[in-house]
């Protein structure tokens, strides 16, 4: 025998190896962490399993992964006509999160297209419903809008719509440079409306100022005026008082020494001089003057008898 030949009980060895190593690999199967397994008997749904190593009858089963994790639908732009009849070109994404594997394999051929015509029909009747100004400020409202149509609508399909975010509303260009306009119209009025605040505010705080100081400089004028005069009034007060005194102690003086008339007559002409020092052209002499016009005949008498008394001497 040649050293080459093999046995046929070899070969049915080798070709046992063969097949069972080929079952045992369709046998296997591996689901990764963020897929779910629908195992499939004869083409129908038997069960679903866990990720990780899975054992499946070969050529009887089959096992079909399903995506868990968040996905994105890129709607792409299409042109809306607003509530005031201008076209706008819209588009969207849509962030979805698989809920039920077996809806969404089982329900719904090609979920992506699915998903992407309706997302574009549901933001054609959202937008349709909205005036430009209103579409162009109201992004979130659109979004919570077909956030919500859509979460509804697949529901059905095992999917959970998580968030929709609009990327861009662009209006024609012709309305866009009528609307730049008229935005810097409006700031040009903003700045001239807040210029104008501006003087006038300062206009009145420049008068307020001036009034102030005006009102200040009067009330330090009158504090002055007022103290000046209590001043005065203290002094007036004082001499007041002082003559006051004096002709109290005169007064006191001339009882205490009780002086004669012709004392009195002495110093009342003495006060005459004064009072007729040359610079008054009238002298007011009261009428009481009895008394001092018999002092001065008293006075006469002793002038007179002065003489004669001398040559006696």
């Given amino acids: 025998m040649n050293e080459f030949d093999v046995s046929p009980l070899a070969i049915i060895l080798i070709v046992v190896g063969i097949v069972f190593l080929i079952v045992v690999a369709r046998a296997l199967k591996i689901v990764t962490q963020f897929e779910k397994g629908l195992v499939e008997r004869f083409g129908r749904f038997d069960r679903m399993v866990d990720p990780g190593l899975r054992f499946i009858v070969p050529f009887i089963e089959r096992i079909r992964r399903v995506d868990m994790r968040e996905q994105v639908v890129d709607v792409p732009p299409q042109e809306v006509i607003t509530k ?39 933001l054609r009747n959202i937008v349709g419903e909205l005036q430009l100004d209103e579409a162009l400020t109201s992004r979130d409202k659109i979004n919570t809008q077909l ?25 024609p260009p012709d309305i866009t440079e009528a609307m730049h306009r008229q935005m810097k119209a409006e700031r040009d009025r903003r700045a001239t409306v807040t210029e104008a605040e501006g003087q006038k505010r300062g206009a009145i705080l420049k008068a307020e100022g001036v009034k102030e100081a005006r009102v200040l400089e009067a009330q330090g004028q009158a504090q002055a005026i007022k103290e000046v005069a209590e001043a005065e009034k203290f002094q007036k007060l004082t001499v007041a008082e002082g003559e006051g005194q004096a002709i109290e102690r005169v007064f006191g003086a001339i009882h205490t020494g009780n002086p004669s008339p012709d004392l009195i007559a002495i110093r009342y002409l003495e006060a005459l001089k004064v009072v007729a020092d040359g610079r008054a052209t009238k002298v007011f002499i009261p009428m009481e003057m009895s008394g001092i016009l018999s002092s001065l005949g008293a006075i006469k008498e002793l002038w007179s008898d002065a003489p004669s008394a001398e040559p006696e001497k």
């Fill in 84 to 122: 005031d009849n201008v076209v706008v070109t819209v588009d969207a994404v849509v962030y979805y999160q698989a809920t039920d594997p077996v809806k969404l394999k089982y329900n719904v051929a090609n979920f992506i297209l699915a998903a992407t015509k309706l997302a574009q029909t549901n």
């Fill in 147 to 171: 956030r919500q149509v859509l979460d509804e609508a697949t529901d059905v399909w095992g999917t959970r719509v998580v968030r929709v975010e609009i990327q861009r509303i662009d209006p």
